[in-house]
């Protein structure tokens, strides 16, 4: 296209094939391009000069970057958590793969109308800075974006642009964030449409009373019979125990063999399963609630009960409790004497939302004893020490003078967690009465602190210590690991079938009323130690040498430490363990742990499942402790077993065979056995 007269620049469209888009090219002449370059000549060379300085840097070793492997590991661990976030839109620039919009620039002040081709031809041919892809803005926006494909390319490509005059216009750099990645996006926009039209789907709740939705939300299979119930726990169990029986064939390829040979002999499960224990008392059981205090929208008043749904779920609304069948006479009529306390107070309950308010909870524990301790938990606010103080002696009065008193309350504490603390780890302050409750398990007494651990049903918890003391087999030859000892009560029931029993506990509160449980009820084969178990577990293994060691460990829900598990492994003299879990979905990973082969992080042989028994601690709710034991594994004990097991199979189905007139008539377990061993035979 020729110029126009007089000297005018003329402009035309195009369509750039690249950029699928429409640009605007104003053509210039070459002298007076070349005259601009030729002004940042100098300008380019110092960037030039730059560069090559930080290249001669680097070959000889300088600069401040630490050795490779050496550089913050925490932070690589970090790092690659986060690129597998699959709902963060950056995850791709942190993964080990080339990108270059980690190298990325905003370069603007480009001219009204530019050729991308003539930028490009700039960038890479007249200035060298080697730049990956060049992505304009927009039609009629001056400023494009520049990827390059390291950090010492963008920073030269900084330098070198920043001020530069190009076709009469003055360029300004700035470094520039990488581009979500669309499909991560659009997740986004998908989950955010599904969430709005769920808010607009009607509450399949919301013609239940206050009262139906805690019975729904606390203990949902209170509509089943108890048969019913039990059922419903051991169908779990058996799925529970196949899923970790194919996991651990997976990870463990030793055990191949082992697994299959054991699922053809137990109907598809990994280990022998028993039917489940039922719990002797399946109403009133519970002996400790953490109640919340919040408003019953039914009545707009404060109520001491139970949410009927958790805050992340959006709810803060608390439902009464006096209908619940799990819950003692007792604890109901405490519960509901101290809602009429925060009633009768000056103070509302505190509201998560807006964190205003004072009344958070109040925590309940009873026993067969008849003792009943509470610890109301507050927000304190602003109040200083002497309105506490007021309020602590008003709690007092009301269960010692006033109208709690004939609830025969044993002990009063309180705790006061303002919403900067992150947990509630302080002990409670001890008001009133004992400090302590009292409960009797298997004909031994244990001391209970407020905040110690205990099973919340105590008849079920002397049916699940027996079925340990059992799958245990333990004989007075026995050293006994009771690992998360709690307030010492599994060692301490099973002490008596003991030569000795040493217990580890992180609450030292609950560490010292095992220490004290021992010693009132005159044992003298107990050692308890106080302290994470991970950090103990050297110490235990000490005192497990050349004896016939059993491990038991009964963790919180969420499992146990990886390095109780590495510890474990290396107590090589421990050839049973016996884990208890309240939670058996969430310990299959610590199952698989105690099976994988050895390695420099699994030290030690591994161990394998054996025997497995459901007890049910928790009626009405979809909860039960599943008691499993695992065996040291022996490779020429298992090797021998499965050889003379299949021997025995054959012929027993051979002698069967030599009777039946066809194949049909073979039971179908004998016809599995011929068809694995002898692969022409019938069946």
């Known amino acids: ?164 005059t190009w076709k009469k216009s003055t360029f300004s750099v700035t470094s520039a964030k990488p581009v979500e990645d669309p499909l991560v996006k659009q997740k986004e926009v998908q989950e955010a449409k599904k ?64 697994v299959h040979w054991q699922k053809l002999r137990r109907k598809g499960q990994v280990c022998e399963v028993e039917d489940i224990i039922p719990s002797p008392v399946t ?28 805050y992340k779920e959006g709810s803060i609304h608390v439902g009464p409790i006096a209908h619940l069948c799990h819950l003692p006479d007792a604890m109901k009529k405490v519960a509901l004497e101290f809602e009429n306390f925060v009633r009768n107070s000056e103070h509302a309950p ?141 060692g301490i029931s099973l002490a008596d079938r003991c030569l000795k029993v040493y217990g580890v506990e992180m609450v030292e509160k609950a560490a010292d009323d095992a220490r004290h449980n021992a010693d009132d009820n005159g044992l003298d084969n107990i050692v308890i130690f106080t302290g994470k178990a991970e950090e103990n577990m050297q110490v235990l293994i000490q005192h497990c040498q050349k004896v016939n060691t059993v491990g038991i460990v009964d963790p919180p829900r969420a499992g146990l430490n990886g390095n109780v598990v590495f510890g474990l492994r290396k107590c090589d003299n421990m050839k049973h363990l016996v884990y208890v879990s309240c939670d058996p979905n969430n310990a299959v990973k610590n199952f698989i742990s105690l099976g994988r082969p050895q390695s420099k992080q699994y030290k030690g042989e591994f161990f394998i499942p054996l025997r497995a028994i459901p007890v049910d601690l928790f009626p009405h709710t979809p909860h039960f402790e599943l008691v499993i034991l695992f065996e040291r594994w022996e490779e020429r004990k298992w090797r021998r077993i499965m050889e003379e097991g299949w021997r025995e199979e054959t012929d027993s189905s051979d002698s069967d065979i030599k009777n039946i007139e066809g194949p049909s008539q073979i039971p179908s377990h004998k016809r599995v056995v011929c068809t694995i061993h002898q692969p022409t035979c019938i069946g």
Request: proline share 5%.
């Open 283 to 310: 109403d009133a059981y519970r002996n400790k609630c953490e109640f919340t205090i919040g408003i019953n929208p039914e009545n707009d008043l404060p109520t001491v009960g139970f949410r009927i749904a958790s």
């Open 1 to 164: 296209m020729s110029k126009a007269g007089g000297g005018k620049k003329a402009v035309k469209k195009q369509v750039k094939p690249e950029d699928c888009e429409v640009v605007e090219v104003l053509e210039v002449d070459d002298e007076q391009e070349n005259g601009e370059e030729n002004e940042n000549k100098e300008k380019m060379e110092q960037g030039g000069e730059e560069g090559d300085a930080e290249e001669e840097e680097e070959a000889e070793g300088g600069g401040d970057e630490a050795p490779d492997g050496e550089e913050n590991q925490d932070d690589g661990e970090e790092e690659e958590e986060d690129s597998k976030d699959p709902n963060d839109p950056y995850a791709y620039t942190k993964r080990d793969e080339f990108t270059s919009e980690n190298f990325k620039i905003e370069l603007r002040g480009l001219p009204r109308y530019f050729n991308v081709g003539q930028l490009k031809k700039l960038l890479n041919e007249t200035l060298q800075l080697k730049a990956h892809k060049v992505k304009p803005a927009g039609p009629g926006k001056n400023w494009a974006y520049v990827t390059f494909r390291d950090q010492k390319a963008k920073d030269k490509a900084m330098v070198v642009l920043d001020e530069y």
């Open 195 to 258: 969430k709005e039209e769920k808010e607009k789907e009607p509450d399949p709740d919301s013609h239940l009373s206050m009262a139906e939705k805690v019975t729904k939300s606390v203990i949902p299979l209170s509509h089943l019979s108890y048969k019913e119930q039990l059922q419903t726990k051991q169908k779990e169990a058996l799925q529970t125990l196949r899923k970790f029986g194919t996991e651990l064939a997976k990870v463990n390829p030793e055990l191949v063999n082992w």
């Open 350 to 490: 505190f509201n998560p939302a807006t964190h205003e308010g004072v009344w958070r909870q109040l925590n309940v524990r009873t026993s067969r004893n008849r003792d009943i301790l509470i610890v109301p938990v507050i927000h304190p606010q602003d109040m200083n020490e002497d309105a506490l103080n007021e309020l602590k002696k008003s709690i007092v009065e009301h269960f010692t003078e006033g109208q709690g008193k004939s609830l025969g309350v044993t002990s009063i504490f309180f705790k006061a967690i303002g919403q900067k603390e992150k947990d509630d780890d302080e002990e409670p302050d001890h008001l009133w009465g004992e400090e302590f409750i009292t409960e009797t398990i298997m004909d031994k007494k244990f001391r209970v602190s407020p905040d110690a651990f205990l099973q919340v049903n105590t008849a079920a918890a002397e049916v699940l210590y027996d079925t340990i003391g059992s799958i245990a087999e333990l004989d007075g030859t026995s050293v006994l690991l009771d690992i998360c000892c709690g307030t010492g009560t599994i």
